[in-house]
């Protein structure tokens, strides 16, 4: 698949319009300019790369609208040192949005027909994450622990305990809390036991699946 100048167009015309909805980090909207979503759509659903919607994906998932990758990213802050774990890689999106930020980058799936997929995708691509896990990311992954970041990209019904242990202290995770409606929340871990805790307004995600799903 290509990359062509009207596809470059269409991407131009989606960094304006995130603009326009409040996304202000240019390192966010520099590397959202340069990866091409159509890479990681279903192919019947191509020609809708650029609109700002979530789309239908292998497993029942989605792929996230690209305002909400944009404001989760912006959120998180990464900076090129940062360690960065994703929970949930899904189309792997955003974990090429993650990856032009910093190049550690671990990511955990927990659908494996999305997980073989999207590994494929990752090496047709050359792109290359530390680790792509199959796994259950309620766990977070404790083997490389602990991270800077810490991105969940499903909705959970509560803060896995899990991943806030798995942060740096002055480490950030953002993760959409609730069940049918979630709120957009990050955690700033400032000791070993003691978060800051912001909100950011409502969003809906698809749910994130645990073992006992």
């Not at 809708?48 to 789309?55: K, P, R, S, V």
């Not at 404001?71 to 949005?97: C, D, W």
């Not at 990752?122 to 792509?132: A, E, M, Y």
């Not at 992954?141 to 909705?155: E, F, K, M, Q, S």
Request: a positive charge.
């Amino acid at each position: 698949m290509e990359d062509t100048t009207k596809h470059q167009g269409l991407r131009r015309q989606l960094i304006e319009i995130l603009q326009e909805k409040g996304i202000s980090s240019a390192q966010v909207l520099q590397v959202m300019s340069s990866i091409p979503r159509h890479f990681f759509m279903d192919p019947g659903l191509v020609n809708f790369a650029y609109e700002d919607q979530a789309y239908p994906i292998a497993a029942d998932q989605t792929i996230s609208q690209p305002f909400t990758v944009a404001f989760q990213t912006q959120l998180l802050e990464v900076a090129p040192h940062h360690k960065v774990l994703e929970i949930g890689t899904g189309s792997g999106y955003q974990t090429a949005v993650l990856l032009g930020l910093s190049s550690q980058v671990y990511t955990v799936e927990r659908q494996q027909e999305l997980f073989k997929k999207t590994q494929r995708l990752f090496t047709k691509l050359n792109l290359r994450p530390k680790k792509v896990v199959f796994g259950d990311g309620y766990k977070g992954l404790p083997t490389t622990a602990p991270y800077d970041r810490i991105l969940v990209t499903a909705g959970a019904p509560e803060v896995p305990k899990e991943l806030l242990e798995q942060l740096t202290i002055g480490g950030k995770l953002v993760i959409p809390v609730g069940r049918k409606e979630q709120i957009m929340m990050r955690f700033s871990k400032t000791s070993e036991k003691n978060f800051d805790k912001e909100s950011f307004g409502k969003f809906r995600f698809v749910p994130l699946l645990n073992n006992k799903n």
